[in-house]
């Protein structure tokens, strides 16, 4: 087997939490948005960046109350998921300009879902060209920016217009 060293990726990887409780209620219960990755709050719903992205800028947008899927959330509350959605869609193609994105909903582990109790979509910027042999053989994804530099990116441009 080959492997690829990669030393700068151990401050990332020895902060990683314990595994307890719920990334998006902790995450709206902190204080510290950077820390938690979290980009925007609004009345019922937060958009932070994913800790374990599939491309550089992947988001993850999420309602504040724990529910496992959207009959669990009322007409507001789904109106404002869906707002801050689109809103960040209209956030990655103006700061890092993909060729296209992926959106998703991922309902219970046998579809792919990480978190299968607290409702969450996925936004991934998609560029032509972004896959590469690295994943095909090697099962390994390479992203060029740095997960903090890209969060401090996005937060620039969302002062910029949200």
């Known amino acids: 087997m080959k492997r690829i060293w990669a030393?700068?990726?151990m401050a990332y990887v020895?902060?990683?939490?314990p595994s307890?409780?719920?990334i998006f209620c902790r995450a709206w219960e902190c204080d510290d948005d950077r820390q938690r990755l979290v980009l925007v709050r609004s009345r019922s719903t937060m958009v932070?960046?994913?800790r374990y992205p599939y491309t550089g800028g992947h988001l993850m947008v999420a309602p504040v109350r724990h529910v496992p899927d959207m009959d669990g959330l009322g007409?507001?509350?789904?109106?404002d998921l869906m707002h801050c959605l689109r809103k960040s869609h209209a956030?990655?193609?103006?700061?890092?300009?993909p060729d296209g994105c992926n959106v998703g909903i991922n309902y219970g582990k046998a579809a792919g879902a990480g978190i299968d109790d607290h409702l969450h979509i996925h936004i991934v910027p998609r560029w032509n060209g972004d896959t590469n042999f690295m994943t095909v053989?090697?099962?390994v994804r390479v992203i060029?920016?740095?997960?903090m530099d890209a969060y401090d990116h996005l937060a620039a441009a969302i002062k910029t217009g949200w």
Do not use: K
């Open 7 to 9: 030393p700068w990726r």
């Open 14 to 17: 020895s902060n990683a939490e």
């Open 20 to 22: 307890d409780g719920c």
């Open 48 to 50: 932070m960046m994913n």
């Open 75 to 79: 007409d507001e509350e789904l109106l």
């Open 91 to 97: 956030l990655l193609n103006r700061a890092v300009h």
């Open 137 to 139: 053989t090697g099962g």
């Open 144 to 147: 060029p920016q740095a997960l």
